[in-house]
C-alpha cells in the first residue's frame, strides 16, 4: 500500500462524516432536535481524526517529502495548507455556535449549520484536488523507499496523536452515526 492510499481510505471516511454533518444541517433548519451529543461526537471526529491525525499526516510528512521529491510548495501544496487551515476556522466557529447550542441557543444552530455547510464544501473541493492531482504528483515523484518510510511514520502519528484504538472508535461511530443521519 501506498502512503497516498491509506490517506485516499481516510478521505472515504471523511466523506461519510461530511454527509452525516450535512444531513444534521438539515434537520437543524428544519427545526428538529439535533443531539448534542452527536453534535460533539461529530466535531471531535473532525478534530482528531481529520484534522490531528488526516492533516497531520499530510502536513507533517507527506507534503515535505513531496517537496524533498522536488514539488515546490509555492502551488498546489500551499494551496491545501492554506484550505486546512481555511477548514480550521470553520471548525472552531462551528465550536463555538455548538458551545451556545447545548447551553440551549436555539439561534446557534444557524451558525453551526453555515459553518458545517462551508465547511464540507471545502473539504468535498479539497479531497477531489487531493485523489486527483497532489497524490498523483506524490505517487509519481516520492521514490519507494521513502513511500515506506511515511506508511511507517503514518502508523506512528496514528499511535502518538490520537491513541492506539482510536482509529477503529471513529469508523465505529461513523457507522452508528450513519444509521441514525443517513438511513432513516
Known amino acids: 500500500m501506498k502512503p497516498t492510499e491509506q490517506l485516499k481510505e481516510e478521505h472515504n471516511a471523511i466523506k461519510l462524516m461530511l454527509r452525516i454533518l450535512e444531513s444534521s444541517c438539515y434537520r437543524l433548519e428544519a427545526g428538529e432536535e439535533v443531539s448534542a451529543e452527536h453534535l460533539e461526537q461529530m466535531l ?14 499530510e502536513e507533517d510528512l507527506l507534503f515535505p517529502a513531496m517537496e524533498e521529491a522536488g514539488i515546490p510548495r509555492a502551488g498546489p501544496i500551499g494551496v491545501m ?13 462551528m465550536t463555538n455556535a455548538f458551545v451556545k447550542y447545548k447551553a440551549g441557543d436555539q439561534q446557534a444552530s444557524a451558525k453551526i449549520v453555515e459553518n458545517a455547510r462551508a465547511y464540507t464544501s471545502l473539504l468535498n473541493q479539497h479531497i477531489q484536488k487531493e485523489d486527483n492531482i497532489l497524490y498523483r504528483m506524490a505517487d509519481m ?11 511507517d511514520a503514518f502508523e506512528k502519528i496514528e499511535r502518538e496523536r490520537i491513541g492506539v484504538g482510536k482509529h477503529e472508535e471513529f469508523h465505529r461511530l461513523l457507522e452508528q452515526l450513519e444509521k441514525t443521519y443517513l438511513e432513516n
Open 81 to 93: 495548507l492554506a484550505e486546512h487551515e481555511q477548514g480550521r476556522e470553520y471548525v472552531k466557529a
Open 44 to 57: 471531535d471526529f473532525v478534530k482528531v481524526f481529520v484534522d490531528k491525525c488526516h492533516h497531520g499526516k
Open 141 to 151: 515523484r516520492i521514490p519507494e523507499q521513502k513511500q515506506h518510510e511515511l506508511l
